[in-house]
């Protein structure tokens, strides 16, 4: 975590996992002689007993000796997909804070049980090496208006069942949230299909380590498609232009990486497009059967003009898909209002 910025925010919720982060974060800032983390608690209110806990996390906060705020989301509570609009709440809320008060990063309390849990929701949803590979311990934050802000997990190693005790050596209650048993939610489904797993071999030690391997090849194909990037496309504004042939023509993993890297940066979208959609449009743009062009990620991907045409006639656009990305803009800062 040598690189990680500080001071920091440490996001609490009153789970085992934050809240052990919050007394380790504030043990680690006094023996350094640091400041001190401030603590930052999200009210989904989507749960009558949610404000309660709130401020049962602010008193847990002050009696470390740390400061602490609420964020309370505001508007109708979501009828379907509650998982993605709590976990979008959260890190909006919790980024704007940080934002406006001058913090760099945002700590988390993501643990070796998370790991292994992301990269089966990852695998059953089709994702290619990046998805697969380990959660980064320093990464950008996951919200794209937030782009100063750093996302550092320092207990990707631990497992819940050490912090758990932990924490009641230090008899230190925490909240176990009813959302964590609930079966509508595909993570609580993993979690209740553990035992089952660990009985044909899968313990959460393998599949973490899976991850773990793909996060060092990740490493070795960032650095290696830098390259291809480089001869297959010019950015020019908001725009790129591609030369299909030497897009293509790279290994297939480096050839697609370097895709939705470019697709990444055109649309400002932080996450990674589908990986099914993003192959079926690379393979289009090596057999030359784009036609009109296609969309994809907020992005248009098509022939380019015969003046831009910087690779010759099989040059490829990719320009943002405007209405999508102004609606996009709008939506982002409807939400900071309501927020």
């Known amino acids: 975590m040598a690189q990680a910025p500080w001071p920091g925010a440490v996001a609490v919720s009153g789970g085992s996992d934050s809240l052990a982060l919050m007394l380790l974060l504030r043990d680690w800032a006094k023996e350094a002689r640091l400041p001190l983390p401030v603590v930052l608690c999200v009210?989904?209110?989507?749960?009558?007993?949610?404000?309660?806990?709130?401020?049962?996390?602010?008193?847990?906060a002050n009696a470390a000796g740390l400061r602490a705020h609420i964020?309370?989301?505001?508007?109708?509570?979501?009828?379907?997909?509650?998982?993605?609009?709590?976990?979008?709440?959260?890190?909006?809320?919790?980024?704007?804070?940080?934002?406006?008060?001058?913090?760099k990063a945002v700590y988390v309390g993501h643990t070796h049980d998370d790991q292994a849990e992301t990269f089966l929701l990852r695998l059953a949803r089709g994702s290619g090496v990046d998805g697969l590979a380990a959660m980064r311990p320093v990464a950008a934050y996951p919200a794209r208006e937030f782009k100063r802000l750093t996302l550092v997990r320092p207990l990707l190693t631990f497992r819940r069942e050490s912090l758990q005790d932990y924490l009641r050596a230090r008899n230190q209650a925490w909240f176990d949230d009813p959302m964590n048993a609930d079966p509508r939610f595909a993570r609580v489904?993993?979690?209740?299909?553990?035992?089952?797993?660990?009985?044909?071999?899968?313990?959460?030690?393998?599949?973490?380590?899976?991850?773990?391997?793909?996060?060092?090849?990740?490493?070795?194909?960032?650095?290696?498609?830098?390259?291809?990037?480089?001869?297959?496309?010019?950015?020019?504004?908001?725009?790129?232009?591609?030369?299909?042939?030497?897009?293509?023509?790279?290994?297939?993993e480096l050839g697609l990486r370097t895709f939705a890297a470019v697709l990444m940066r055109v649309s400002e979208n932080p996450y990674r497009p589908r990986f099914e959609r993003l192959q079926r449009l690379f393979d289009e743009i090596g057999l030359g059967t784009l036609g009109a062009g296609r969309t994809l990620h907020g992005c248009r991907i098509g022939p380019a003009p015969v003046a831009r045409a910087l690779f010759g006639q099989g040059t490829v656009l990719v320009r943002r898909e405007e209405k999508r990305y102004k609606a996009m803009k709008n939506k982002e800062e409807r939400a900071q209002r309501r927020f």
């Open 43 to 60: 009210d989904h209110a989507l749960r009558p007993e949610s404000p309660g806990e709130a401020r049962k996390v602010v008193r847990w």
């Open 189 to 252: 489904r993993i979690r209740n299909a553990w035992p089952a797993l660990e009985g044909m071999g899968l313990s959460k030690d393998r599949v973490a380590d899976a991850a773990s391997h793909l996060a060092r090849a990740r490493a070795a194909l960032d650095a290696v498609s830098a390259a291809v990037l480089a001869r297959a496309c010019r950015f020019d504004g908001s725009e790129a232009l591609l030369d299909p042939a030497a897009l293509t023509g790279a290994p297939r």
């Open 71 to 103: 964020l309370v989301r505001k508007g109708k509570a979501p009828r379907a997909g509650i998982e993605a609009a709590a976990r979008e709440a959260r890190y909006r809320l919790v980024g704007e804070w940080a934002e406006q008060n001058g913090v």
